[in-house]
């Protein structure tokens, strides 16, 4: 006897049926033989023959033998009666025996009325089955000689459980039997009928749009062809199409754009609403929206544009080739966003061209500078009439690609008013963690600005809000020193000047010392744009020189600059001859570079009134009664003055507002100088702010307050001790001219300045 364990299968009595011979052995492990006695037995589980264990068998199955054994490779077997099933074993070649005893059936029905469900079933499977591929049983030639037969062998195509095929083949009444078995192919049946309905009606489906495709890419063509034979008929609808599709958006951009479209259809070209719905249409499509490839950076190549548009500016040139290397090692926009803070006219916009031109991409400047609108940020909405996009994504079209550096020109100036809050919008354009789906209210889709290198520039940081300051890299912009400047108008400015007036080299010469004059009596900056506006002044009065008198080639020497530029318009302070008690020399600090600043104090007879003129702000009149503090605290002899008259401090050029934290030293040793009668020697200058435990505390613009001395013709300067590290971002030529000297406390001020 041979033992066939199956699985998901249904094995009734009465049912002959062929079965490959390799699997039947593989199932039961011994070889299949004719006239040979089977059992099939049904699983709990699916498992493989050597994994079986006894309690994995159900305790009924069914009784068979075999009709023939070898049928090219098939095996036919027919089952007989159900049986009980007992003492399962199986040995370790994984053959399976049982004791069996015929389990009989309750014969509850009558062979017509089996005969006659039998045939409805078969009926019905055929009428299902007519017009399909779907094939039954065996590859070989087969009947179905009864319902057991027709269930058994389409037993795969009814939802059942393994546990409900057993429960049929464990039913002893043949009436109930026959119910269940009926049951669960009438519903199979319908289930089949619905499932094939669904697949025909998506068929049908699938065929409207293969051919609703095909049509439509027929018309496309020829329109296509309409279109290049007469390109002046296409259409705003079909101009548009075709810029969606070659547009590269973003499937949300898409949409939106397609929405827009359709709606421009719809509305056709006399609605007041058509030209709002182009203008959309005209601005998005005309963005870049696919990645722009990287574009190896050479390095090397990137320096020499910087030193070939700048002078100086070492410290900015090597931050700035800092952040394009790791831009360059990361296939990416990366690094800090670079805030350059300074005087006008030293660079800081001109230098974000140079680095477009460096990394060879395009260059976009947008001026801040007014701004208060958030909308001018972030776009109108397309709801308010006259709505236009932000300035951000304004300037991105206007560059054509998706990765330019953009130059946000003046941060400090932006305002804030009952419209919104500009500076906040910027939070998430400079943000890279945000800005890779920007959205611009004029839009409403979002745009990736991930791979825009942006660059802020500002003439101070104390305006900008501090969220935002958070966001940048402060690198300062120093003023120009003399010898810089005079390189900046020999290298770049006047041969600028001299093309766009006309002038060749062999027609015009300045020397070094009329070039000296220029900067020296014709500017005050810390930049270069006043030098470049009287350079350009300069060549417009040669141009006519040498057109009228014919003169070449024309030397301009210094004595001649007032002839063609007029009289000098600067008259810079410098110091003073003598020594006078209650006057020392400052040094401060404006946006447009240094100044050295002249503390004047003096008594009158009075009763201790202080009287401050001279335009001075807050910060200055708290350092005012700071130093008249101190100086009570290291001159308690001289109190009586203080008492018996009323003290005038006095910052010429009383029209200007003055103010700062710098000038306390300044302020103390004026005073101190008046109420001891000792003057102080007027070549020397000092910067920086005290505290009232008599301390002498850092300042900021060091550079350009130095720079300033020097012009003024001061030798020594005194400097907080906490900016001596401050020095590195001075100028050599400076440091060399000047005697700088540190101070930590004004005691120590008071003596090197022999007040005490």
Same mark, same amino acid.
């Given at each position: 006897?041979?033992?066939?364990?199956?699985?998901?299968?249904?094995?009734? @009595?009465?049912?002959?049926?062929?079965?490959?011979?390799?699997?039947?052995?593989?199932?039961?492990?011994?070889?299949?033989?004719?006239?040979?006695?089977?059992?099939?037995?049904?699983?709990?589980?699916?498992?493989?023959?050597?994994?079986?264990?006894?309690?994995?068998?159900?305790?009924?199955?069914?009784?068979?033998?075999?009709?023939?054994?070898?049928?090219?490779?098939?095996?036919?077997?027919?089952?007989?009666?159900?049986?009980?099933?007992?003492?399962?074993?199986?040995?370790?070649?994984?053959?399976?025996?049982?004791?069996?005893?015929?389990?009989?059936?309750?014969?509850?029905?009558?062979?017509?009325?089996?005969?006659?469900?039998?045939?409805?079933?078969?009926?019905?499977?055929?009428?299902?089955?007519?017009?399909?591929?779907?094939?039954?049983?065996?590859?070989?030639?087969?009947?179905?000689?009864?319902?057991?037969?027709?269930?058994?062998?389409?037993?795969?195509?009814?939802?059942?459980?393994?546990?409900?095929?057993?429960?049929?083949?464990?039913?002893?009444?043949?009436?109930?039997?026959?119910?269940?078995?009926?049951?669960?192919?009438?519903?199979?049946?319908?289930?089949?009928?619905?499932?094939?309905?669904?697949?025909?009606?998506?068929?049908?489906?699938?065929?409207?749009?293969?051919?609703?495709?095909?049509?439509?890419?027929?018309?496309?063509?020829?329109?296509?062809?309409?279109?290049?034979?007469?390109?002046?008929?296409?259409?705003?609808?079909?101009?548009?199409?075709?810029?969606?599709?070659?547009?590269?958006?973003?499937?949300?951009?898409?949409?939106?754009?397609?929405?827009?479209?359709?709606?421009?259809?719809?509305?056709?070209?006399?609605?007041?609403?058509?030209?709002?719905?182009?203008?959309?249409?005209?601005?998005?499509?005309?963005?870049?929206?696919?990645?722009?490839?990287?574009?190896?950076?050479?390095?090397?190549?990137?320096?020499?544009?910087?030193?070939?548009?700048?002078?100086?500016?070492?410290?900015?040139?090597?931050?700035?080739?800092?952040?394009? #290397?790791?831009?360059?090692?990361?296939?990416?926009?990366?690094?800090?966003?670079?805030?350059?803070?300074?005087?006008?006219?030293?660079?800081?916009?001109?230098?974000?061209?140079?680095?477009?031109?460096?990394?060879?991409?395009?260059?976009?400047?947008?001026?801040?500078?007014?701004?208060?609108?958030?909308?001018?940020?972030?776009?109108?909405?397309?709801?308010?009439?006259?709505?236009?996009?932000?300035?951000?994504?304004?300037?991105?079209?206007?560059?054509?690609?998706?990765?330019?550096?953009?130059? &946000?020109?003046?941060?400090?100036?932006?305002?804030?008013?009952?419209?919104?809050?500009?500076?906040?919008?910027?939070?998430?354009?400079?943000? @890279?963690?945000?800005?890779?789906?920007?959205?611009?209210?004029?839009?409403?889709?979002?745009?990736?600005?991930?791979?825009?290198?942006?660059?802020?520039? #500002?003439?101070?940081?104390?305006?900008?809000?501090?969220?935002? &300051?958070?966001?940048?890299?402060?690198?300062?912009?120093?003023?120009?020193?003399?010898?810089?400047? #005079?390189?900046?108008?020999?290298?770049?400015?006047?041969?600028?000047?001299?093309?766009?007036?006309?002038?060749?080299?062999?027609?015009?010469?300045?020397?070094?010392?009329?070039?000296?004059?220029?900067?020296?009596?014709?500017? #005050?900056?810390?930049?270069?744009?006043? &030098?470049?506006?009287?350079?350009?002044?300069?060549?417009?009065?040669?141009?006519?020189?040498?057109?009228?008198?014919?003169?070449?080639?024309?030397?301009?020497?210094?004595?001649?600059?007032?002839?063609?530029?007029?009289?000098?318009?600067?008259?810079?302070?410098?110091?003073?001859?003598?020594?006078? @008690?209650?006057?020392?020399?400052?040094?401060?600090?404006?946006?447009?570079?240094?100044?050295? &600043?002249?503390?004047?104090?003096?008594?009158?007879?009075?009763?201790?009134?202080?009287?401050?003129?001279?335009?001075?702000?807050?910060?200055?009149?708290?350092?005012?009664?700071?130093?008249?503090?101190?100086?009570?605290?290291?001159?308690?002899?001289?109190?009586?003055?203080?008492?018996?008259?009323?003290?005038?401090?006095?910052?010429?050029?009383?029209?200007? @507002?003055?103010?700062?934290?710098?000038?306390?030293?300044?302020?103390?040793?004026?005073?101190?100088?008046?109420?001891?009668?000792?003057?102080?020697?007027?070549?020397?200058?000092?910067?920086?702010?005290?505290?009232?435990?008599?301390?002498?505390?850092?300042?900021?613009?060091?550079?350009?307050?130095?720079?300033?001395?020097?012009?003024?013709?001061?030798?020594?300067?005194?400097?907080?001790?906490?900016?001596?590290?401050?020095?590195?971002?001075?100028?050599?030529?400076?440091?060399?001219?000047?005697?700088?000297?540190?101070?930590?406390?004004?005691?120590?001020?008071?003596?090197?300045?022999?007040?005490?």
């Amino acid at each position: 006897m041979i033992v066939i364990p199956f699985y998901d299968l249904l094995a009734l @009595p009465e049912v002959t049926c062929y079965f490959q011979a390799d699997q039947l052995e593989k199932l039961s492990g011994k070889k299949i033989t004719a006239e040979e006695d089977v059992i099939f037995l049904m699983t709990r589980e699916q498992k493989e023959p050597d994994e079986l264990t006894p309690e994995d068998f159900y305790p009924v199955g069914v009784a068979g033998h075999v009709e023939e054994a070898d049928h090219d490779g098939w095996v036919l077997l027919t089952t007989t009666g159900r049986v009980n099933v007992s003492d399962i074993e199986i040995d370790d070649k994984g053959q399976i025996s049982v004791e069996a005893v015929l389990r009989p059936d309750v014969e509850d029905i009558s062979e017509e009325e089996k005969k006659d469900r039998f045939e409805k079933m078969r009926s019905a499977l055929v009428q299902v089955l007519q017009g399909t591929q779907l094939t039954i049983g065996s590859n070989l030639s087969l009947k179905w000689n009864n319902m057991n037969e027709l269930v058994s062998l389409t037993s795969g195509l009814l939802h059942l459980t393994n546990e409900e095929k057993y429960r049929i083949i464990e039913e002893d009444s043949q009436m109930k039997r026959t119910g269940m078995m009926e049951k669960a192919f009438y519903e199979s049946l319908e289930i089949y009928k619905l499932q094939r309905e669904a697949q025909n009606a998506q068929q049908k489906n699938n065929e409207k749009l293969y051919r609703e495709d095909a049509i439509k890419k027929q018309i496309q063509f020829l329109q296509d062809q309409l279109d290049e034979m007469h390109p002046e008929n296409v259409t705003d609808i079909r101009r548009f199409e075709k810029k969606i599709e070659e547009s590269g958006m973003n499937e949300t951009a898409r949409k939106e754009a397609e929405k827009v479209l359709n709606r421009m259809k719809q509305e056709g070209q006399d609605s007041h609403e058509y030209g709002m719905l182009y203008d959309y249409l005209d601005f998005v499509t005309g963005l870049s929206w696919k990645k722009e490839k990287n574009v190896p950076i050479d390095l090397d190549e990137a320096e020499r544009v910087l030193d070939e548009d700048h002078f100086g500016l070492k410290k900015v040139k090597d931050r700035i080739l800092q952040q394009i #290397a790791v831009m360059d090692l990361n296939k990416r926009q990366s690094g800090s966003i670079l805030l350059f803070v300074g005087a006008p006219g030293t660079g800081k916009t001109s230098i974000g061209q140079s680095i477009a031109r460096a990394m060879r991409r395009k260059y976009v400047r947008i001026s801040l500078g007014g701004v208060r609108d958030e909308a001018d940020i972030r776009g109108h909405r397309r709801t308010y009439i006259g709505a236009m996009p932000g300035r951000i994504m304004d300037g991105i079209r206007r560059s054509g690609v998706s990765n330019p550096v953009v130059v &946000l020109d003046e941060v400090d100036k932006l305002m804030r008013d009952y419209s919104g809050d500009p500076s906040s919008a910027l939070l998430e354009v400079l943000d @890279p963690e945000q800005n890779n789906t920007f959205t611009d209210h004029y839009m409403n889709v979002p745009y990736d600005l991930s791979d825009v290198l942006f660059v802020c520039t #500002a003439n101070t940081q104390d305006t900008i809000p501090e969220p935002l &300051l958070n966001r940048m890299e402060v690198i300062r912009f120093t003023g120009y020193t003399a010898l810089e400047k #005079a390189q900046i108008g020999r290298k770049h400015l006047l041969p600028k000047a001299m093309k766009e007036m006309g002038i060749t080299p062999d027609m015009l010469t300045i020397t070094d010392a009329a070039m000296d004059s220029l900067i020296a009596d014709y500017t #005050a900056e810390a930049g270069v744009r006043g &030098l470049k506006k009287q350079i350009d002044t300069l060549c417009r009065a040669a141009a006519v020189k040498i057109v009228r008198e014919g003169s070449m080639p024309l030397e301009v020497e210094k004595d001649q600059l007032p002839k063609l530029l007029g009289r000098r318009p600067m008259r810079h302070d410098s110091v003073k001859e003598k020594k006078r @008690p209650g006057i020392v020399t400052g040094l401060a600090w404006t946006q447009a570079g240094g100044e050295i &600043l002249f503390i004047e104090t003096a008594f009158t007879k009075g009763s201790g009134n202080l009287q401050i003129t001279g335009q001075l702000g807050d910060v200055m009149k708290e350092s005012v009664q700071i130093a008249l503090t101190l100086v009570k605290q290291l001159y308690p002899e001289h109190t009586e003055q203080f008492e018996q008259n009323d003290l005038h401090i006095h910052v010429p050029e009383g029209a200007v @507002p003055k103010d700062g934290p710098s000038a306390g030293i300044t302020l103390t040793t004026a005073i101190a100088s008046l109420v001891t009668g000792k003057g102080v020697d007027p070549e020397l200058a000092m910067t920086g702010e005290v505290s009232l435990r008599g301390d002498v505390m850092p300042i900021g613009g060091l550079p350009e307050k130095l720079m300033a001395a020097l012009r003024a013709g001061v030798r020594r300067v005194f400097i907080p001790e906490e900016n001596m590290d401050d020095l590195e971002d001075v100028a050599a030529e400076i440091r060399e001219k000047l005697e700088i000297i540190p101070v930590h406390t004004v005691a120590d001020v008071m003596a090197r300045c022999g007040l005490k």
